[in-house]
């Protein structure tokens, strides 16, 4: 089984580039989410959807744009990289629901 | 909104130990309370949620506790091994968004030595 898969696993990025991490899931999860892993600040939630055509955001979302046209994907968009945005990011989804969180194995950013 | 501590950054037993994790929360207490391992390199992977109504809840080595009156719960791992070598994060929901997320400690390093 898939389930979460994230690409690509690494990418360097100078300051005011744009891209896209992609994100999708195999298991017909509603819930989808973005969190940043920075060191000594554990993870934090960037962005969220609670189904195609609806997202919401997170503790930390400026930076950022997603969308949710389909239930399987959630591409996050960097509009204009900074070196603030240096991080692991994760990728995670649910079924709807108090249940586990199915997270990707990360998208590893640098921007210099 | 409310704050997860996760009070030992870095905790180091012997093989065979019971390791015990410790996690507490600030404000209300959550309806569900999850903890996660992550290895180098890797997305967490959940291990256990505890509602709660459940004081305790027990998985093959691993206990979980939740305590609501001390806003706490414990994580423990009996006969502790090499393998068990993580990160493990503790995690609950918060509801102040238009649906629960889930928010995470920053948690706690275990390096079991043989």
């Known amino acids: 089984n898939a389930g979460v898969t994230q690409t690509p696993k690494f990418q360097v990025l100078k300051t005011g580039q744009s891209m896209t991490l992609q994100c999708a899931q195999d298991m017909n999860h509603e819930y989808m989410s973005w969190y940043r892993q920075d060191p000594g600040m554990g993870l934090r939630l960037i962005h969220y959807s609670v189904g195609a055509g609806i997202t919401d955001q997170g503790e930390v979302p400026n930076g950022y744009n997603v969308s949710r046209s389909t239930t399987e994907d959630f591409p996050l968009r960097l509009l204009s990289a900074a070196p603030s945005q240096t991080s692991v990011y994760f990728c995670?989804?649910?079924?709807?629901?108090?249940?586990?969180?199915?997270f990707g194995e990360g998208s590893r950013l640098t921007v210099l | 909104s409310q704050k997860i501590e996760q009070n030992s950054e870095a905790l180091n037993i012997q093989e065979g130990k019971t390791a015990t994790l410790t996690c507490n929360y600030t404000n209300y207490s959550p309806a569900y309370l999850q903890w996660y391992r992550q290895d180098p390199g890797r997305g967490p992977v959940f291990l256990l949620l505890?509602?709660?109504?459940?004081k305790e809840k027990r998985k093959e080595r691993l206990k979980v506790t939740f305590d609501t009156t001390l806003k706490q719960s414990l994580f423990h791992i009996t006969a502790s091994q090499p393998a068990d070598s993580a990160t493990y994060l503790c995690?609950?929901?918060?509801?102040?968004?238009?649906?629960?997320?889930?928010?995470f400690g920053k948690g706690t390093k275990l390096s079991v030595k043989p």
């Open positions: 505890i509602r709660e109504n459940e």
């Open positions: 995670a989804s649910r079924e709807t629901g108090v249940g586990e969180l199915f």
């Open positions: 995690a609950l929901w918060d509801y102040g968004g238009s649906q629960g997320n889930l928010i």
